[in-house]
T-cell receptor, first 115, second 113 residues
């Protein structure tokens, strides 16, 4: 079974631009979550989508948004990029959320560098 | 979600068992203990989880104290490839809680030859 796939693997953008990151969950998984990882703040939850609806949201500004498609694939968008948005963005999928038999499985992330 | 406390780092000899402690004194009855590890430049990898009974799989064993306030992840025969940051997380079993996980700093484990 293929794991969580994130594209692109690396991305370099300029301040003020916007970026879209893509995530394909494990087949059959309906929940997709996004996390930001930086050296200073560690792993922080951005948002979660389940059946195309945002179910949970972390404490990030409105410049960070996402969506989920009917095939469970998800995209996240960051508008008006700032230097501080440079980070590893991780996508994770699970069958459902909060279920005891539904571990979260992570992709290897998209490394975003904002210059 | 309850918070967890882990030692920032530890060394382990190759071939020996590695015992990684985690404190979660405010864990509720609706929360599982999950362990992940992250090897440099990769996403976190799921290792094991448990509620109150000890658990074992092909990667590791999880020992949870009777009061559930702490747990220990055991890597039975550490290899150099086990060098990683290990995260202990408590996760709600309530479906509505979704997948909003709170990661702490984890334990940086260095396996030495």
């Amino acid at each position: 079974k293929a794991g969580v796939t994130q594209t692109p693997r690396y991305l370099i953008k300029t301040r003020g631009q916007q970026v879209t990151l893509s995530c394909s969950p494990i087949s059959g998984h309906r929940s997709v979550s996004w996390y930001q990882q930086t050296p200073g703040q560690g792993l922080q939850f951005l948002f979660e989508y389940f059946s195309e609806t945002q179910r949970n949201k972390g404490n990030f500004p409105g410049r960070f948004s996402g969506r989920q498609f009917s095939n469970s694939r998800s995209e996240m968008n960051v508008s008006t990029l700032e230097l501080g948005d440079s980070a590893l963005y991780l996508c994770a999928s699970s069958l459902e959320g909060g279920a005891h038999n539904s571990p979260l499985h992570f992709g290897n992330g998209t490394r975003l560098t904002v210059t | 979600d309850a918070k967890t406390t882990q030692p920032p780092s530890m060394d382990c000899a190759e071939g020996r068992a590695a015992n990684l402690p985690c404190n979660h004194s405010t864990i509720s009855g609706n929360e599982y203990v999950y362990w992940y590890r992250q090897i440099h430049s990769q996403g976190p990898q799921y290792i094991i989880h448990g509620l109150k009974n000890n658990e074992t799989n092909e990667m590791a064993s999880l020992i949870i104290t009777e009061d559930r306030k702490s747990s220990t992840l055991i890597l039975p025969h550490a290899t150099l490839r086990d060098t990683a940051v290990y995260y202990c997380i408590v996760r709600s079993r309530i479906k509505a809680a979704g997948n909003k996980l709170t990661f702490g700093g984890g334990t940086r484990v260095l396996v030495k030859p």
